[in-house]
């Protein structure tokens, strides 16, 4: 079901959960205040466009959202691939890729993606967010120690080149201010979390530096005056071409969007017992990006770190989210010149700080004493986040993930096999070991232990092809196959049409519900009668002695009519 958190919410809302949402919804438009400008400034477009992606980006998330809590904005995950995109394809070029995300997004969740991007590796994860962290700091160099550099490289090891370079070149005021905003937003924390160590941090530097008319660039020297309202929406010229051009960024924010937001809902489920609708946050997210991106802003996200302000300052539902982007927008209309006092080393500050805690350095630490396959995927998606882009780490990350778990896949499926009465992986205390059965010589048995997959489809024709006396039945035992892909169907159809053109007669045993389905619907069963597929291997053996003319041990059951239909009560 589409539907809004809010048109749930507000069947049961009352005064007493407005007043909840009142108060939080002010606390947490207080702490997006700086995080808005810092996010913008960071990206490399004016500090406006920092709020205006808070107020339109922050409203639709909470009006179209699928979670009670969540609160969109922009975020420090795509400072990053923000500034990266404006360098190569300007201003509009992010405007209509953010707008374009947005699309995917509304897509997304459409065909409910929703629930698939929790799938997306825990290594990869830690490896782009801890990335992302590292080259966020490493932008509020200049800004911190105040250096005058024109231009920053954006590549990572060209730019600590260029700070060590000028590191004679540094204004001592904004060292000063940068150090003393740090001290007091981590000193802060300890006296209370009510109010943010970032406002204090401003107020008292902002004032400082304005009293002592100290040598510090601010954000009205360095950008100018602050826009004082929203601008008047544009409809954007996109085409074919356009497109084609940005097509790769653009999926790259609708991904990360994607990721983000719905971690972000997931945090707030654990922290209150709820439970999001993540099609319908991806739509959410999806809608708010288009929105944003007509009123000139960068792309929107849920903020995890504002999510968790806002329900431990007492949210009840997404009213306190339209409440913060209400209270963003009054101190963008009559507050709007005041923010042009802002140090910008008390900016880079808070962006410091914002960067050490989606650094997640202690999920870093437990992952290397991970499997070595995962250590790799978080290196590797590391290493390509600082030195090259996200949105190569991620399909690097996700490429490789996909191949060890395909491998560790294929280690953990196993063949077992009984030709004349012998098993070579014997397992004395299972009773339905199959070197306990009675097996006919003409007969031979293979087990398969574990998903039968692409991975493992080799191990089981190198077994098949050991036979050097063809025996007149072959049994594939399956009871321990409880998924195959379209690689494993096509192994046993070519093993049944092989087996056929010598005479050799196949049978199934033990085949769970998945796999019988699976053959159902690729036509298998109808080359393999259903009396030659059994529920058990006692079964399956007595058929086999049937057939060779030997006498019965067993009752065979009526296994597959049954489990067809089953399958059939489920369809």
């Known amino acids: 079901m589409y539907i809004p958190e ?12 407005f007043s909840s949402d009142l108060i939080s919804g002010l606390v947490v438009g207080i702490v997006a205040l700086p995080l808005a400008i810092a996010f913008g400034i960071a990206s490399g477009v004016a500090p406006s466009k ?3 992606t808070a107020i339109i980006g922050g409203l639709l998330v909470s009006i179209f959202g699928g979670s009670r809590f969540q609160i969109g904005g922009p975020t420090g995950a795509f400072i990053i691939i923000v500034y990266g995109i404006i360098q190569e394809f300007g201003i509009m070029g992010l405007t209509i890729a953010t707008a374009m995300a947005g699309t995917i997004l509304i897509i997304m969740g459409i065909i409910k993606f929703g629930s698939l991007i929790k799938y997306i590796p825990y290594p990869v994860v830690v490896g782009f967010t801890s990335g992302i962290a590292l080259l966020i700091f490493s932008t509020q160099i200049k800004d911190f120690l105040g250096m005058h550099i024109d231009k920053i490289p954006s590549e990572f090891h060209l730019k600590w080149y260029l700070y060590f370079s000028n590191i004679t070149n540094v204004n001592i005021y904004s060292s000063i201010t940068g150090i003393s905003s740090l001290i007091i937003i ?6 209370t979390h009510k109010v943010p160590g970032s406002i204090i941090a401003i107020i008292i530097t902002t004032l400082i530096v304005q009293l002592f008319h100290l040598p510090i660039e601010t954000i009205g020297s360095k950008f100018g005056s602050f826009s004082s309202g929203l601008p008047t929406p544009t409809f954007l010229q996109i085409n074919l071409g356009v497109i084609q051009k940005l097509i790769q960024p653009a999926t790259a924010i609708a ?3 994607a990721i983000e937001s719905l971690l972000s809902a997931v945090v707030a489920d654990g922290m209150t017992g709820t439970k999001h609708n993540s099609n319908m946050e991806l739509i959410a997210q999806g809608i708010a990006n288009i929105g944003t991106s007509l009123f000139g802003g ?15 300052n007492g949210g009840k539902t997404p009213v306190a989210g339209i409440i913060h982007a209400l209270v963003l927008l009054f101190v963008m209309l009559f507050f709007g010149n005041f923010a042009m006092l802002i140090p910008m080393p008390t900016l880079a500050a808070i962006l410091i700080v914002v960067s050490y805690n989606m650094s997640e350095w202690r999920s870093f630490k437990e992952l290397l004493s991970s499997p070595k396959s995962d250590i790799i995927v978080l290196f590797t998606t590391f290493f390509l986040t600082v030195v090259f882009d ?3 780490a991620l399909e690097v990350g996700m490429v490789l993930s996909a191949f060890l778990f395909m491998k560790r896949m294929s280690e953990v499926t196993s063949i077992e096999t009984i030709r004349g009465g012998i098993q070579k992986n014997d397992v004395e205390d299972d009773p339905n070991n199959v070197s306990k059965k009675i097996i006919p010589h003409e007969v031979d048995v293979f087990e398969i232990n574990g998903p039968f997959f692409f991975g493992a489809v080799n191990k089981f024709t190198d077994e098949i092809n050991i036979v050097s006396t063809p025996p007149k039945i072959i049994i594939i035992r399956m009871r321990n196959v409880l998924a195959i892909d379209a690689t494993g169907l096509n192994t046993i159809k070519t093993l049944y049409h092989t087996l056929k053109k010598k005479n050799i007669q196949l049978i199934l045993s033990g085949v769970h519900t998945q796999p019988l389905f699976a053959m159902t619907q690729s036509g298998i069963l109808n080359l393999i009668d259903e009396k030659f597929i059994f529920g058990n291997i006692d079964d399956a053996l007595d058929k086999a002695r049937e057939l060779l003319g030997l006498p ?4 065979p059951l009526d296994f597959v009519p049954t489990v067809k239909r089953e399958i059939q009560n489920k369809q």
């Open 6 to 17: 809010i048109v749930k919410s507000l069947k049961e809302y009352n005064s007493k959960k």
């Open 552 to 555: 019965q041990i067993g009752r």
């Open 186 to 191: 981590i000193l802060w924390q300890k006296i």
């Open 298 to 312: 960068i792309p929107v996200t849920g903020a995890i770190a504002r999510t968790a302000t806002n329900i431990k």
């Open 50 to 52: 920092g709020l205006i």
């Open 390 to 392: 996200l949105s190569l």
């Open 255 to 257: 991904l990360l969007a």
